[in-house]
Nanobody, 121 residues
Framework: QVQLVESGGGLVQPGGSLRLSCAASGSIFSINTMAWYRQAPGKQRELVARISSNGPTYYADSVKGRFVISRDNTQKLSYLQMNSLKPEDTAVYYC???????????????WGQGTLVTVSS
């Protein structure tokens, strides 16, 4: 009953930018953590960026200085602004909320379907 809907993926030139969006919906009371992961073919899924409800953020070393994660005041939307994209950023990107508190006062971990980002000339 809780879903994440992603948008913004696609094909981009090296050095270009994309902004991924993630919208949460359903029987949600609050969301503590919103995160973005990515998985390239043959590689383990990795945490790209994470933002907590009280403000702290985390970035993987590979994207520091290039990517920015944010969320709106409703805490139901997250964004991943990706700048200076490199071919090695090519992956399926997943939105993740590991600690969604539902209106029934249960915690759920929720994943989006994933969106493909391809960085190529």
């Amino acid at each position: 009953q809780v879903q994440l809907v992603e948008s913004g993926g696609g094909l981009v030139q090296p050095g270009g930018s994309l902004r991924l969006s993630c919208a949460a919906s359903g029987s949600i009371f609050s969301i503590n953590t919103m995160a973005w992961y990515r998985q390239a073919p043959g590689k383990q899924r990795e945490l790209v960026a994470r933002i907590s409800s009280n403000g702290p953020t985390y970035y993987a070393d590979s994207v520091k200085g290039r990517f920015v994660i944010s969320r709106d005041n409703t805490q139901k939307l997250s964004y991943l602004q990706m700048n200076s994209l490199k071919p090695e950023d090519t992956a399926v990107y997943y939105c993740n909320c590991p600690d969604v508190l539902t209106t029934g006062r249960t915690y759920q971990g929720v994943w989006g379907q994933g969106t493909l980002v391809t960085v190529s000339s």
